[in-house]
């Protein structure tokens, strides 16, 4: 079945985790989908700490703002365009800078919601 999500029907509810982040979630277990696909919106001077997940791949695309990725042993400057794909099990994190909120589109497989 196929999901459609208007964009004035995207609704951001504050993360289970991580105070100072916002998510939308687009698709999940929920819906049946076999991946899970959100939007995260990180206030000006939050991170999201340095984690792994056991079984998912987390792809991360930045769609506004500046901040920092962690991959790969160390921080990277985050901006509009960039992307990074996780495997399963490596330490990723992610902070925003302080002048502006961080926008990211999140794709996990298979989905953490």
Same mark, same amino acid.
């Given at each position: 079945m196929a999901i459609? *999500?208007?964009n004035n029907a995207v609704e951001f509810e504050p993360h289970p985790k991580f105070n100072g982040v916002s998510i939308a979630k687009l698709a999940g277990k929920d819906q049946g989908a076999s991946l899970g696909v959100s939007i995260l919106l990180l206030e000006p001077g939050i991170e999201i700490p340095v984690h792994t997940h056991d079984e998912s *791949? &987390? $792809?991360i695309y930045c769609l506004e703002g500046q901040g920092e990725i962690f991959v790969s042993g160390s921080w990277q400057p985050l901006g509009p365009g960039d992307y990074c794909l996780v495997p399963a099990k490596e330490e990723h994190g992610v902070r925003n800078g302080k &002048? $502006?909120?961080l926008k990211l589109f999140i794709v996990h497989s298979p989905p953490l919601f």
């Open positions: 459609f *999500v208007r *791949v &987390d $792809s &002048d $502006s909120k």
